[in-house]
């Protein structure tokens, strides 16, 4: 759907009929549109067998147009939505014009991966992440990240789209080598995503901080 501005809409049904509406940018970096990753993650969380997401505390890193963390917002969590400085206006317009179906509360910061996380102290009971496995010079900062924001109880999900060409499957090789010393992985079988956003090749992980 064409919007003014060199925008367009993605719109997202919810399991209520309720519909978020995403604007994405005409042009821009790869954070101004919206991923499916972020959309099978996105209904992940309002599937009966997925989190509890009502008066959850909630961070999501590199949120792009914030479409995960507006969708946990709509089902009652309180989310801390982060990209780079550069997403921030796109984050802010999509969280205000989805403010009436926000129930939780969100609000958008900028977060860098590898710096300084103390702002988003105590840790979150959630930390999501949509497709952010796929540049290599950024996993160790990533991966950084991760063991600095989360504790041991604190439920990571990461969903991401397992690309087979170029350095793709080596990006994402080496992001399983950075996590294995700190973190534990279990994948979530395909039969517990949502039924109708669901791909064999987008996989949702669950993850936690060893202690
Ligand atoms: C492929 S996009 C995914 C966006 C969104 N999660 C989705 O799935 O629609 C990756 C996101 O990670 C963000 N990102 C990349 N490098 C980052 C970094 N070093 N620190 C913070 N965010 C970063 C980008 O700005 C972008 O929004």
């Given at each position: 759907m064409a919007d003014n501005g060199g925008m367009f809409i993605r719109e997202l049904e919810r399991g209520d009929g309720k519909v978020l509406k995403i604007r994405q940018l005409c042009s821009g970096d790869v954070g101004c549109v919206v991923w499916d990753a972020a959309i099978v993650l996105a209904k992940y969380l309002e599937?009966?067998?997925?989190?509890?997401?009502?008066e959850a505390s909630v961070l999501e890193l590199?949120?792009?147009?914030?479409i995960v963390g507006i969708m946990a917002g709509s089902l009652g969590a309180n989310v801390i939505l982060t990209d780079l400085e550069e997403l921030q206006d796109l984050m802010k317009m999509n969280i205000d014009r989805n403010a009436d179906l926000i129930t939780g509360s969100c609000q958008a910061k900028v977060l860098k991966w590898g710096?300084?996380?103390?702002?988003?102290?105590?840790?979150?009971?959630y930390i999501l992440m949509a497709d952010c496995i796929y540049y290599e010079e950024s996993l160790r900062p990533l991966v950084k990240t991760l063991k600095d924001l989360a504790s041991p109880e604190t439920c990571i999900l990461c969903c991401y789209e397992q690309r087979t060409t170029g350095k793709n499957p080596e990006i994402e090789r080496l992001f399983f080598e950075l996590m294995k010393d700190n973190f534990e992985i279990e994948k979530v079988p395909?039969?517990?995503?949502d039924t109708e956003y669901r791909s064999e090749d987008i996989h949702i992980l669950q993850v936690y901080k060893k202690n």
């Open positions: 599937s009966p067998e997925g989190p509890r997401m009502k590199g949120s792009g147009t914030g710096e300084d996380v103390t702002e988003f102290m105590p840790p979150s009971n395909l039969d517990k995503h």
